[in-house]
């Protein structure tokens, strides 16, 4: 099927800075809605950003002007580039891609393992 590897998760102080990335890999004929969530203790997953295949983007407005998301679609890969980190950006972040896979004839979400970030103050 599809795997979703995560990577570049960690800590760092507040102000720095961090770039996230998720490859995915398997039977992939296409992949729309790429996007970034995160899951703060004893909150509910959020939405961070979404970029279509178009190029189009869309960020949370707590994260405008800070985060950038982008994507290499030869690599099936997307990025999440964070800076000017905040302490209540500590969450587990998670990606999310929208695959079609051969054979199949719908497009259906997968996401992948998450990975931790922390934000000292």
């Known amino acids: 099927q599809v795997q979703l590897v995560e990577s570049g998760g960690g800590l760092v102080q507040a102000g720095g800075s961090l770039r996230l990335s998720c490859a995915a890999s398997g039977s992939i004929l296409s992949i729309t809605a790429m996007g970034w969530y995160r899951q703060a203790p004893g909150k509910q997953r959020e939405l961070v950003a979404t970029?279509?295949?178009?190029?189009?983007?869309n960020y949370a407005d707590s994260v405008k002007g800070r985060f950038t998301i982008s994507r290499d679609n030869a690599k099936n890969t997307v990025y999440l580039q964070m800076n000017s980190l905040k302490p209540e950006d500590t969450a587990v972040y998670y990606c999310?891609?929208?695959?079609?896979?051969?054979?199949?004839?719908?497009?259906?979400?997968?996401w992948g393992q998450g990975t931790q970030v922390t934000v000292s103050s």
């Open positions: 970029i279509i295949s178009g190029g189009s983007t």
């Open positions: 999310n891609f929208n695959v079609r896979t051969y054979g199949s004839s719908w497009h259906r979400a997968y």
